[in-house]
């Protein structure tokens, strides 16, 4: 599976985005689905993910409660809905495919398949 993030940008403290990732691939609907940031000098970190079938979601503490992760299998995409959104959550976003059919991991050796990324920038 081939996937690709989109909807990056600058925005404002407080402010809201919607990223998204497309995949391609038959087998897109079996995979979980994962969102994972990574800022400048430092590792790149879990944020959401999902099961393959939408019912099962897992997010970091840093984002919970602000952030939504949801996916729409009929057109192959991944969303992660960030409100409310500081400084500290900018970072390039990279979404991520799990083929281990094992429920919705936040660690990245589940990961098979990885995104390009795409930038989020927070202004205070």
């Known amino acids: 599976v081939q996937l690709q993030a989109f909807g990056g940008g600058l925005v404002q403290a407080g402010g809201s985005l919607r990223l998204s990732c497309a995949a391609s691939?038959?087998?897109?609907?079996?995979?979980?689905m994962g969102w994972f940031r990574q800022a400048p000098g430092k590792e790149r970190d879990f944020v959401a993910a999902i099961s393959w079938n939408g019912g099962s979601t897992l997010y970091a503490d840093s984002v919970k409660g602000r952030f939504t992760i949801s996916r729409d299998n009929a057109k192959k995409m991944v969303y992660l809905q960030m409100n409310s959104l500081k400084p500290e959550d900018t970072a390039v976003y990279y979404c991520a495919a799990d083929p281990s059919f094992a429920p919705p991991s936040d660690s990245r050796s589940y990961y098979a398949y990885w995104g390009q990324g795409t930038k989020l920038t927070v202004s205070s």
């Open positions: 691939g038959r087998t897109f609907s079996n995979y979980a």
